[in-house]
């Protein structure tokens, strides 16, 4: 064991030191600009991996920058890496190194369109504040012209649905001419991809949703929950021998329809305008 223990020292002083001092050497005979590259890659590296102290001493020590767009990484930045990296190294990239949460990677998605699609709750709430103290809107599009509450219901992301409402993201807002989803709203995708979590979300009595909006076509929410194909599996050539996910689609089906419809009926008749969800209390 001791033995053991003794060769792996010295192997580590005859060959890895060595390795490390040459390593430093070529990093310094490298260009300006490539060895910005190389500091910025390891700071991403870094912040993915919620290594604080290493993000710190790149940052500090040899001058990384957090904003930079990583060409090798789809354009994306150390906010971006911070996604997966948690909630600590989104405080840290936001508060010390006051990195810019609107800065988006190539396909125009910013940190926040990141976290919505699949981040936890923490991530996305510290990326919200993030946008308030630069004075930003939750509901910013970036270049890929969808708001993050939007991705998080078409990503049925409940817990940043949540979180991005709280923040006051826009409920009612909609897609351009986006195909195959033009005018769309948050609803209305929610509703096409069977989040069903995401549209009880999305029609709390407080947030005032209207259900009349129609989309690029003049459906409605509830017609295109109705128009979803739910199909059995190819191997089955019955409903009756479906399997189990199959059935789970369809009660899901049933259950948004069965939401936006009674949505859809419980309005106040006196107000004039659009139909807005709004629950009575009962007799």
Known sequence: MYRTRLLKVLLFIVYVRPSLAMLEERFERLPAGDRQDVLNEKLYCAVRNGKSAQARKLKEGYGADPDAQLTMLGG????????????????LLSDEFYADPLVGDEAGELPLHLAAQDGDESVVKELCEAHVRRGCSVDDTGGCGKTPLYMASAWGNEPAVRCLLYAGADSNWSTDDLYPEA???PLMVAAYRLCLGVV????EPYLYVDVSAQNGEGRTALEIAQAVNVEPCRRKRSWSSCCTAC????????????????????????????????LRPAC
């Open 76 to 91: 994306r930045t150390a906010l971006h890496a911070a996604v997966s990296g948690g909630a600590e190294m989104v405080r």
């Open 183 to 185: 005018y769309f709203t």
């Open 200 to 203: 009880r979300l999305l029609l």
């Open 247 to 278: 059935e789970f689609r369809v009660a899901r089906k049933q259950a948004i329809v069965d939401l936006l419809d009674t949505a859809t009926h419980q309005y106040d008749e006196r107000e004039a305008g659009p139909r807005l969800y709004e």
